[in-house]
């Protein structure tokens, strides 16, 4: 069984940075794609970022430029490093893999961790 565990969210000012976690096990991390999604009350879940198996990243335009997605093997972690966060940044995080295969929806899902930005 896959299990994808997000850490690091809280409460921050404007401008601040901030590190999310997501830690995986069960599964073969190297061979996965992980991606980053958001989702805030009332809106649609949101694409945010995602790193292949390969190191490759791709990342939506709201967050291009102060946003990185970086993956430690050896750890099978994921990380999304946030830079000059912005209140409309709130949201609860997710992060999710799939084979790197899949070109489709992402198989396993983390349980989310909250991120408040602060104006």
């Known amino acids: 069984q896959v299990q994808l565990v997000e850490s690091g969210g809280g409460l921050v000012q404007a401008g601040a940075s901030l590190r999310l976690s997501c830690a995986t096990s069960?599964?073969?991390?190297?061979?996965?794609?992980m991606g980053w999604f958001r989702q805030s009350p009332g809106k649609e879940r949101e694409f945010v970022g995602a790193?292949?198996?390969?190191?490759?990243?791709s990342y939506a335009d709201s967050v291009k430029g102060r946003f990185t997605v970086s993956r430690d093997n050896a750890k099978t972690t994921v990380y999304l490093h946030m830079n000059s966060l912005k209140p409309e940044d709130t949201a609860v995080y997710y992060c999710?893999?799939?084979?790197?295969?899949?070109?489709?929806?992402?198989?396993?899902w983390g349980q989310g961790t909250q991120v408040t930005v602060s104006s």
């Open positions: 999710a893999a799939k084979w790197h295969w899949v070109s489709g929806p992402y198989t396993y």
């Open positions: 069960g599964g073969m991390f190297t061979s996965y794609t």
């Open positions: 790193c292949t198996w390969n190191g490759g990243t």
